[in-house]
Antibody
Framework: QVTLKESGPGILQPSQTLSLTCTFS??????????VGWIRQPSGKGLEWLAN???????YYNPSLKNRLTISKDTSNNQAFLKITNVDTADTATYYC?????????WGQGVMVTVSS | EIVLTQSPTTMTASPGEKVTITCRAS?????MHWYQQKPGASPKPWIY???KLASGVPDRFSGSGSGTSYSLTINNMEAEDAATYYC?????????FGGGTKLELK
């Protein structure tokens, strides 16, 4: 059974760095072809892909946010991480992690993050 | 980066009605994937690789298309189908989502 769960700070201030953790089970990020992606969704709005990391440590980023994003993984602990630097109120959203190949086949429940002074 | 444009943005349908949601890509893509999302819930994979139904998806749903034009169709709308649907594509090195189509029950 594949499960993913996101965790994060809940609230942070503008200019801070947002650190998110995705803890998963039922698959391994050391297995050929496996990947984990991060997607966010501001309240009442659509989905935005942020970044992916793959079994071979290959990484891809949304070009519009690339300079602010860092994705990483801890294979032994079945975790993936996303850092977003210099956050702004526009980064307020629900953040999801999802297992992926060409598409996202299992999703976490999401974690709400609010950026506010 | 490939941009996906969904239409309509919002629509209503009566029970039993046929529904078609369109997703147009700014450049040709190999496949289109679709997700269903209901309020307060995570998106669910719904149709993958253009026309394959995800596990548990009723067979009144279908997907089709190629190149820059894709669609999701519901034959015989049911109340449980009211949701927001998103298309998604992968074209190295980016994944993108459409803006979503909110489908409401009339």
């Amino acid at each position: 059974q594949v499960t993913l769960k996101e965790s994060g700070p809940g609230i942070l201030q503008p200019s801070q760095t947002l650190s998110l953790t995705c803890t998963f089970s039922g698959f391994s990020l050391s297995t050929y072809g496996m990947g984990v992606g991060w997607i966010r969704q501001p309240s009442g709005k659509g989905l935005e892909w942020l970044a992916n990391i793959w079994w071979d440590d290959d990484k891809y980023y949304n070009p519009s946010l690339k300079n602010r994003l860092t994705i990483s993984k801890d294979t032994s602990n079945n975790q993936a991480f996303l850092k977003i630097t210099n956050v702004d109120t526009a980064d307020t959203a629900t953040y999801y992690c999802a297992r992926m190949g060409e598409y996202f086949d299992y999703w976490g429940q999401g974690v709400m993050v609010t950026v506010s002074s | 980066e490939i941009v996906l444009t969904q239409s309509p943005t919002t629509m209503t349908a009566s029970p039993g009605e046929k529904v078609t949601i369109t997703c147009r890509a700014s450049s040709s893509v190999s496949y289109m994937h679709w997700y269903q999302q209901k309020p307060g819930a995570s998106p669910k994979p719904w149709i993958y690789e253009t026309s394959k139904l995800a596990s548990g998806v009723p067979d009144r749903f279908s997907g089709s298309g190629s190149g820059t034009s894709y669609s999701l169709t519901i034959n015989n709308m049911e109340a449980e189908d009211a949701a927001t649907y998103y298309c998604q594509q992968w074209n190295y090195p980016s994944w993108t989502f459409g803006g979503g189509t909110k489908l409401e029950l009339k």
